[in-house]
């Protein structure tokens, strides 16, 4: 099985803990560390982040050559977007959804989920590639679970923060692959000197080197 899919099993395990945890039930509607999300709504964005993926796996593929990874972003309307646009909103709306049901039924879904992607992950043929509906675009099923690692690893501790528990220490193999998606998006966002200067001159190094 790629690496990939094996390090993104790791850390839907991790999220899965994390929604888990009782600060996240006891806080369910106290606001969330993120502008407008209460954790409720926040605890299921993240859930989202496995939830979605057997729903990717079914979603016919048209013809045509996928995406790349930055390429896949370079295209999202919804990066640099307002907290008011619509691309956030529905964001929102979606995370609320999905947390309806409350915690406990959450983490079933989650951790159900996990277990089926455990089987279906492994199965799947090298080179497959999946549709991202929402884009549309197609991107392979590598970039695609290497986005979904990038989105697991910042709203865990987006979530963590939240209610009060420490963020989850994701593996190096985990957290390697995120790592490096968002340095490329921070110098295709700042340019290179900038990204350097951040990570090795702390006289020279600018105020913002965020991804997004």
């Known amino acids: 099985m790629h690496p990939i899919r094996t390090v993104y099993l790791t850390a839907a395990r991790s999220a899965v803990e994390l929604l ?4 996240v039930a006891q806080r369910w509607d106290s606001p969330s560390a993120l502008a407008e999300f209460r954790v409720g709504g926040l605890a299921g964005h993240l859930a989202w982040q496995l939830l979605a ?3 990717v796996l079914a979603e016919p593929v048209p013809a045509g050559e ?51 992607l455990a089987v279906a992950l492994p199965a799947e043929p090298d080179g497959r590639v999946v ?30 923060v939240s209610v009060g528990v420490p963020t989850p220490e994701l593996p190096a ?6 790592l490096a998606l968002l340095a490329r998006l921070a110098v295709r ?9 951040a990570l090795s001159r702390a ?9 997004f």
């Open 20 to 23: 888990a945890a009782p600060a």
């Open 53 to 55: 993926v057997p729903g």
């Open 66 to 116: 996928p995406v790349g990874l930055l390429g896949h972003y370079a295209r999202g309307t919804w990066i640099g977007a307002a907290l008011d646009d619509e691309v956030n909103v529905g964001v929102r709306r979606s995370g609320e959804r999905v947390a309806a049901d409350g915690p406990e039924a959450l983490v079933a879904d989650a951790r159900a989920t996990v277990e089926e």
């Open 131 to 160: 549709h991202f509906a929402r884009g549309p675009w197609s991107l392979t099923l590598e970039d695609y679970l290497t986005t979904r690692l990038m989105e697991i690893a910042v709203h865990s501790d987006d979530l963590a």
């Open 173 to 178: 193999e985990v957290l390697d692959p995120v």
């Open 189 to 197: 966002r700042h340019g290179q000197p900038a990204v350097l200067r």
């Open 203 to 211: 006289e020279r190094a600018p105020a913002n080197v965020t991804a």
